[in-house]
């Protein structure tokens, strides 16, 4: 069973570059297994994906996010990060890291960590 | 992207009672849909995806249908750790989105 934990700074200013990782144990990110993602949730709001990295280090990222935004790993740690850059109050969200099975690209979200919570604020 | 929509925003059910949520896609995403379920201060979890296949270890009491646009996701028997926020998911295209979510109340 795989198990992911998010880790990060929890306040940011406004222009700043948030920088989260996500922790994967119980498999390796790059067996084929799993492929990896970042999904926020706005405050009492509800769910967008953010972006995705297939286990042979390929990318996806959300039009809405498109510049701000890139997904690497790094197998040594087995860890996989989220760099959004210029951030804003719009960036206050829940980020969470789940995985995706690994043997097609478009699959639902199977494993979840438990979330870390970001806020923007001057 | 493909826009989900849920309805109801809120559906209010008694204990034992059935549960019917729904969510429609704006374009057809075959049977390419998910349904998550989530608790105060938890993340989502898996319960369907194909539509209408379980995930592990969820109960039967939970059941999907539908295709294209149209999809349905059916709680029998409420029990009292059912009332939560459950939301639909498309994963046919890019980006993958979401449904703004039904909240099933008691």
């Known amino acids: 069973q795989v198990h992911l934990q998010e880790s990060g700074p929890g306040l940011l200013k406004p222009s700043q570059t948030l920088s989260l990782s996500c922790t994967v144990s119980?498999?390796?990110?790059?067996?084929?297994?799993?492929?990896w993602n970042w999904i926020r949730q706005h405050p009492q709001k509800g769910l967008e994906w953010v972006g995705y990295i297939h286990h042979s280090g390929s990318t996806h990222y959300n039009p809405s996010l498109a510049g701000r935004v890139i997904i690497s790993r790094d197998t040594s740690k087995n860890q996989i990060s989220l760099t959004l850059s210029s951030v804003t109050a719009a960036d206050t969200a829940v980020y969470y890291c789940?995985?995706?099975?690994?043997?097609?690209?478009?699959?639902?979200?199977?494993?979840w960590g438990q979330g870390t919570l970001v806020t923007v604020s001057a | 992207e493909r826009l989900m929509t849920q309805s109801p925003a809120t559906l209010s059910v008694s204990p034992g009672e059935s549960a019917t949520l729904s969510c429609r896609a704006d374009q057809s995403i075959s049977t390419n849909l998910a349904w998550y379920q989530q608790k105060p201060g938890q993340a989502p979890r898996l319960l369907i995806f194909?539509?209408?296949t379980r995930a592990t270890g969820i109960p039967a009491r939970f059941s999907g249908s539908g295709f294209g646009t149209e999809f349905t996701l059916s709680i029998s028997s409420l029990q009292s750790e059912d009332f939560a926020v459950y939301y639909c998911q498309q994963y046919n295209n890019w980006p993958q989105t979401f449904g703004q979510g039904t909240r099933v109340e008691i």
């Open positions: 194909g539509a209408f």
């Open positions: 789940a995985s995706s099975p690994g043997f097609m690209i478009f699959q639902p979200f199977d494993h």
């Open positions: 119980g498999g390796s990110i790059d067996s084929g297994d799993y492929n």
